[in-house]
């Protein structure tokens, strides 16, 4: 099934690495830059943030929530013990690619009904996700059943889930920029028990 033959695996890996980096280039041209800044704004103006997404997209939003959160925002990742009630003035930002994952429609259902904001993270803008939300920011990458590599050579939703991190990455760099907190205060921030 696998193979032992390390000079194979170097030749495959010599062709993977830079596809999967030629992707990334690519879909980060074709997100709306304008979207992320309205994000950025949101984030900017929100009480608390709140985020959520599931599997290997949610790993992606706890990585997001740590930089927020050396920032200097208050962050929560939902669904852990210490996540406080979402209310108004507050913003969830949900990353789902196909926009239909139940657990996180609902949590986004519950923060409208409390009239606190949604943005979300998505391939696409019709979902049940995407009608709650005040905001969504479009990745067009590949969704988990796109067998046929039409959008990506990657498996399953690995491209939407790494523009996760860059996007989130993305947004915390430009607020960094303009915070002027230098690199020294917000490491004040990082864990210390680990």
């Known amino acids: 099934m696998f ?67 050396h920032l200097g925002l208050n962050v929560h990742v939902v669904g852990e013990t210490t996540t406080p009630a979402i209310q108004e003035g507050d913003l969830l930002l949900a990353a789902s690619g196909s926009g239909t994952t139940s657990a996180i429609v609902k949590a986004a259902e519950k923060a409208h009904s409390v009239s606190a904001s949604v943005a979300v993270l998505s391939t696409t803008n019709k979902s049940p996700l995407a009608n709650v939300a005040q905001l969504v920011v479009i990745i067009p990458a590949a969704q988990k059943q796109d067998f046929h590599g039409a959008i990506s050579e990657q498996y399953a939703g690995s491209l939407f889930e ?33």
Do not use: C, Y
């Not at 990334?24 to 009480?47: F, G, H, R, Y």
């Not at 997404?53 to 997001?64: F, V």
């Open 3 to 69: 193979t032992s033959d390390k000079s194979a695996l170097a030749e495959r890996l010599r062709a993977d690495l830079p596809m999967i980096l030629e992707e990334n280039t690519k879909l980060a041209t074709q997100i709306s830059i304008d979207e992320l800044a309205i994000l950025a704004l949101m984030l900017q103006q929100a009480k608390r943030v709140f985020v959520i997404g599931a599997g290997r997209t949610g790993l992606m939003m706890r990585a997001i929530a740590m930089r927020f959160m």
């Open 162 to 194: 790494q523009n996760v991190l860059f996007v989130g990455d993305a947004v915390f760099q430009t607020l960094w920029k303009f915070s002027n907190i230098p690199a020294e205060i917000m490491w004040k921030q990082h864990a210390n028990m680990e």
